[in-house]
Structure formats: C-alpha cells, structure tokens
C-alpha cells in the first residue's frame, strides 16, 4: 500500500474509529499520513541562508547556483567552505526549504570591574560606542560570533563568555 492509497482507505472510515482503548479522529490519522514522506527542512547558519536567498531566488535551476558559486566566486569563502562540507545539508536546504540556526551568544564580563555594591560590569554597546556597565537587558551586551569578530575591540575579545539559556 502506498501513501495515497492509504489516505484513500483512511477517507472511508467513519470520523471516529476505535484504537486500541481510545477513539482517534480520521482528522488525526490523516494528519498523520500526510506527514509521511515530505521533505524534512534542514537548520542551516544565517549567512548560508542569505546567500540562499541572494544568489539561488535570481537562479533559474540548482544546478546553475552551485557551478556560480564555485566556479565564479558569487560567494564568500566562508558560504563556498560551508557548502563544500556540508553539501547534503546545502542542497537539501535548496531543495526542501531550512530553518536558520539559532546564533550563539556572548556576554564580555570586564575583569576587575565590579561596582561598589558587587556587581560585574560587561562591555555594553550603544550607538557604536562601547563602555562599561551592569546587567542591562536595554543596552546591547550580548553579541554574535561575527560581531565579536568584526565589531568588538580587540582587546575584548578574549573575554567573550558563551550566553547559557
């Protein structure tokens, strides 16, 4: 039997039949069924997922994205790395949709600077300008990996602490 005579079989029997102890909806089961055999989105970085979106939507076919991007360089060294070692992963994000994984973030605690009733100050950010301050969920003190690549002082960085939820 496959999936759409299943669905069939499914479609004739009364709304709700008996399972095992429990009624279950045709509703439920058909949900179920449907389910079957669809392609699973693939969670991929944000930015392998904006040069999806930049380079494969002006495409005509896949196989046009992938022999631009290795062979005439409409990509960034780091989306050409990503794809070439992920490449399952890369095509079935073209083909089947994806999910953008969630960034990791960090928290730049500054050592030695604790305020008079004990608490740690972070590296903030406001406007492009950086100080120090508590905990403050209003200013910016939590940053990307690329943000504390590109845009944090250097002499920060090492400081930077992975974010916990």
Request: glycine fraction near 4%.
């Amino acid at each position: 039997m496959n999936k759409e005579e299943a669905i069939k079989a499914i479609e004739k029997m009364g709304e709700y039949e008996r399972f095992v102890d429990e009624h279950i909806s045709k509703k439920s089961v058909l949900n179920i069924i449907n389910q079957i055999g669809e392609p699973q989105k693939v969670t991929i970085p944000k930015f392998v997922a904006d040069w999806i979106e930049e380079y494969y939507s002006k495409q005509t076919d896949i196989f046009t994205t992938v022999t631009l991007m290795f062979n005439h360089g409409y990509s960034s060294t780091n989306v050409c790395d990503w794809a070439n070692e992920n490449q399952e992963k890369f095509l079935k994000a073209i083909l089947n949709g994806y999910e953008i994984e969630k960034e990791k973030l960090y928290i730049i605690p500054l050592k030695g600077l604790i305020t008079t009733d004990g608490h740690q100050q972070y590296l903030s950010g406001k406007v492009g300008r950086y100080f120090a301050s508590r905990r403050n969920y209003s200013l910016k003190q939590t940053f990307t990996q690329t943000e504390v690549d590109n845009n944090v002082p250097v002499c920060y960085r090492e400081w930077a602490k992975e974010v916990v939820e």
